[in-house]
């Protein structure tokens, strides 16, 4: 193939580079580009046209991520034209799924009945064979597990309960209208607590379908409690569906609007979280600013005067003078402050691959904020999916640019003799390519591994692995390549960027300053201001992860993620002041960590939500859950770590900009 070839990683060829990206960017983002509609593209039907109705997963509600395919239960396909014993039946017939939706965890099979828009229709019903005792067992235990199912109609979801643990079936009385308004009150029963209850199931649903003109606003779905029938083995169960359609005023455009839990999300407590970030932000602004301008200030004075006494010509004067001049330690590092941190082609991947994040980030949180403009994006299953994904290809050239920027810029204060070597710079591209990548693959390895041992339809096929190592061959190595030439010859010509110059022998790092002066004290009471400016959110977060919710309201979001960068920036800038005080001059790092370690914060919070706001149970979840939080945690400290070393270095190239140096 010639979007393969050799010539693309060599100089002279980089004409055809700049001729080929553009068609790799376009055939790969073709690999994922696949959106998500109903039967009709435009939502509209005519009187008899069918309504494909899709099932989509069965599993515990206490567990997101325990879902199997709907009919891992032994349910009986539905009589109708679609039946498997039919020729040219849809039953169990895979609907076309974007990557998005694959890597969402959504496995939408045809449920096999046969609805036709305004015609009502007698209800399709089955039964099933007598039940075996392993086929009893499996409805028993997705009973007493509070089992429920999720079916798609029209792009719209609906939920529905697998059964009840009563003493008999006519003492369930439901006090909510649709399956839905219970969910949130299921809890699983213990074997203790099931000594005297029996396994019913629901046989009979009702689903009310509302329209409005041609198009469909509203899907109910309700489980007819008298229908709950015993399970135990030997028994036939007859399962029916009845659909029903109502005439609505309701809009299309917002039909949507009621799975939002506007009442969670618009809480007050919300836009009180918004308000009390934004006084810890002018908070440290403020304590920035008294740093900058009255502590530099008087560090300034005292070193003009020292520079002066220094061209005195009376040295008992000179000698008199300096004794009465407090020397604050910052600038006594002037020599040693732009020196290369230890493991510079790690810091420059690092560095880079947190750029990648920043920009990821932003672009997809932007992408969500203009929803109306191209679809909201919590309407289409796996569209945020598919944004992470074309974010994180196509902002590989700035991962690239900066990780070659940072090693050129200070490759010159490791080896002052010379030229760079080819390797290092090889390694540096290779760290930048595979660090993340490489984290993440391990990470998924496990929970795929997983996933496929316990049966759930959460493990990625290998289509869609094999489309996703396309992706990355074919967009994200060649834009990281791409940028890492870039910004290694962003430079050229320039020489050293940096105000003062960097001594040949390092300067020794004195070990008795107080604990304000270490980076292992002020490091972690970085971190928690920085998590303290976003835990409210990261609760919002969390809870549409593992509850159900779906996530809108992205321009909180964005607000708090603008907060979390000046957040993040002002902390690294103050950590890194007290260490340079200390005459500390290692601050690379440092302001890295000071920014990073806001992920360790988050993965604590992590574990706390787990054990207290959740009821997750098992091996399954369990690992599921942790394996997402360690990768959250992982890039939201890349992605802070940068934040905190960007405005670390500002502010350390602007105090040594004003120095007067011998």
């Known amino acids: 193939m010639p979007l393969l070839h050799n010539d693309y990683y060599t100089d002279r060829s980089s004409s055809r580079v700049k001729m080929r990206l553009p068609l790799v960017v376009v055939a790969a983002a073709a690999l994922i580009i696949h959106p998500a509609s109903a039967g009709t593209g435009d939502h509209k039907y005519k009187k008899g046209e069918h309504v494909e109705l899709w099932v989509n997963k069965v599993g515990p509600y206490a567990n997101p991520q325990e879902a199997y395919e ?279 991947a690092l560095v880079g691959t947190g750029w990648q994040l920043v920009v990821l980030t932003l672009g997809v949180i932007v992408f969500a904020v203009l929803g109306p403009l191209h679809g909201e994006v919590h309407e289409e299953r796996g569209k945020v999916m598919q944004a992470i994904i074309v974010c994180y290809a196509l902002a590989s050239i700035v991962s690239g640019y900066t990780s070659g920027r940072y090693f050129k810029s200070y490759f010159g204060t490791v080896q002052r003799r010379g030229k760079e070597t080819g390797v290092q710079w090889q390694q540096t591209m290779a760290m930048t390519v595979l660090l993340l990548p490489t984290v993440t693959i391990a990470i998924f390895a496990c929970l795929n591994a997983v996933s496929l041992a316990y049966g759930t339809i959460n493990s990625i096929p290998f289509l869609v692995i094999v489309k996703l190592f396309f992706l990355w061959t074919l967009v994200s190595i060649p834009l990281c390549v791409v940028g890492t030439l870039l910004g290694r010859h962003a430079h050229k010509g320039t020489g050293n960027t940096f105000p003062c110059r960097v001594n040949a022998i390092p300067r020794p790092i004195p070990d008795d300053v107080p604990w304000y002066g270490k980076p292992s004290g002020l490091i972690p009471l970085a971190g928690l201001l920085s998590f303290g400016s976003i835990f409210i959110e990261l609760y919002y977060i969390l809870t549409s992860l593992w509850n159900y919710k779906f996530y809108h309201v992205y ?95 500002r502010f350390v190239k602007a105090i040594f900009q004003n120095v007067k140096v011998d």
């Open 70 to 348: 709907y009919y891992a239960l032994p349910y009986c396909a539905p009589a109708t034209k679609h039946h498997p014993d039919t020729p040219g039946g849809r039953f169990n017939e895979w609907k076309s799924h974007s990557m998005g939706e694959i890597l969402g965890g959504h496995a939408l099979r045809h449920s096999g009945h046969d609805i036709t828009f305004l015609q009502d229709a007698d209800a399709e019903s089955c039964t099933s064979k007598p039940l075996t005792k392993d086929q009893a067992d499996q409805f028993k235990h997705a009973v007493q597990h509070r089992w429920f199912y999720q079916m798609y109609l029209d792009d719209l979801p609906v939920w529905g309960m697998v059964g009840e643990m009563l003493p008999k079936a006519d003492s369930f009385v439901s006090k909510e209208k649709d399956d839905l308004a219970r969910l949130d009150k299921m809890e699983d029963l213990s074997d203790s607590e099931i000594a005297n209850l029996h396994p019913f199931v629901y046989t009979k649903r009702i689903l009310v379908v509302s329209y409005n003109k041609d198009q469909i606003v509203k899907v109910d779905l309700t489980s007819e409690p008298k229908s709950l029938t015993e399970v135990k083995e030997g028994a036939k169960l007859e399962f029916s569906l009845h659909v029903q359609f109502s005439e609505t005023s309701e809009e299309f455009h917002s039909r949507f609007d009621r799975y939002l839990d506007h009442e969670f999300f618009k809480h007050p407590i919300h836009w009180f979280s918004l308000f009390n970030a934004f006084m810890m932000v002018l908070f440290l602004m403020g304590l920035v600013a008294l740093i900058l301008l009255r502590t530099l200030k008087k560090d300034y004075a005292r070193y003009g005067i020292i520079h002066d006494l220094e061209d005195g010509e009376d040295p008992d004067e000179k000698e008199a003078l300096t004794d009465k001049v407090e020397d604050s330690g910052w600038k006594q590092v002037h020599g040693d402050v732009f020196r290369a941190p230890i493991y510079l082609q790690l810091f420059s």
């Open 555 to 649: 321009g909180f979001l964005l607000g708090v993620y603008a907060i979390l960068t000046i957040v993040v920036g002002m902390t690294s800038i103050i950590v890194v002041y007290f260490c340079l005080n200390a005459e500390n001059y290692l601050w690379q790092w440092t302001a890295f960590g000071s920014g990073a370690s806001t992920a360790g914060y988050v993965f604590l919070y992590g574990i706390y939500y787990y054990i207290f706001k959740t009821q997750m149970h098992g091996l399954l979840q369990m690992s599921f859950y942790f394996g997402y939080m360690g990768l959250i945690a992982l890039n939201l400290g890349l992605l802070c770590g940068t934040l905190g070393h960007w405005a670390a270095s």
